[in-house]
């Protein structure tokens, strides 16, 4: 298993403004992924983040909006930039044990994100 | 493509009620099948899963059967608690990939 953390857990934001959420991993792990639940919604994933290249963006999302960085095996940051009120959304980070279908993702809380 | 469908909520029981929370899905090969747990102000959380056709995962006294034959992976729980009030999503991931599909998740609210 593996227990994530991330920071902030919410947040109020004002439109055109920046938020970058970082996600903490107590263990080493190849895959992170970025998913985005809009109020009422489902899990929509926005990327999948690996250790030493670029992002992998899902349709609908883009590098400009949402910019990731994965400086290790334990760490990625998200940045929700130049937001608008349609951003308001909780995000969460998860990870991946391995390419194995088997193996469940695990999630992080969760940063709940309110665009003004 | 790939996709889960679940019952619409919101869900109320009573406390000590039976639980049947629908969930079909349309994939391709034979795809792993979870269910997660959302609780209020929290991320979410594996309840259990199922990796073949007539698996049966269980947790908390919750369980749902692989059923292959009507692409089915029905959640169920015999008696429900106040403490089970959440939002519960039911998801698929294919052999070889990474990416889950979710379903709209169900809010279920059990009430003393």
């Known amino acids: 298993s593996a227990v994530i953390s991330q920071k902030p857990s919410r947040d109020i934001c004002q439109r055109g403004t920046s938020l970058t959420i970082q996600c903490q991993v107590d263990s080493q792990v190849t895959m992170m992924f970025w998913y985005r639940q809009q109020p009422g919604q489902s899990l929509t994933l926005i990327a999948t983040a690996n250790q030493g290249s670029e992002a992998t963006y899902e349709s609908g999302f883009v590098i400009d909006k949402f910019p990731i960085s994965r400086p290790n095996l334990t760490f990625s940051t998200l940045t929700v930039s130049n937001m608008s009120p349609e951003d308001s959304s909780i995000y969460l980070c998860s990870v991946d044990a391995g390419l194995d279908s088997r193996n469940e993702q695990f999630f992080g809380p969760g940063t709940r994100l309110t665009v003004l | 493509g790939n996709s889960v469908t679940q019952m619409e909520g919101p869900v109320t029981l009573s406390e000590e009620a039976f639980l049947t929370i629908n969930c079909t899905y349309t994939?391709?090969?034979?795809?792993?099948l979870f269910w997660y747990v959302q609780y209020p102000g929290e991320g979410l959380q594996l309840l259990l899963k199922?990796?073949?056709?007539?698996d049966k995962g269980s947790n908390k006294g919750f369980e749902a059967t692989y059923r292959k034959e009507t692409t089915s992976f029905h959640l169920e729980k015999g008696s429900v608690q106040v403490s089970d009030s959440a939002v519960y999503f039911c998801a698929l991931r294919s052999p070889g990939t990474y990416k889950y599909i979710f379903g709209t998740g169900t809010r279920l609210k059990v009430l003393a």
């Open positions: 199922a990796t073949k056709a007539d």
């Open positions: 994939a391709t090969g034979y795809p792993s």
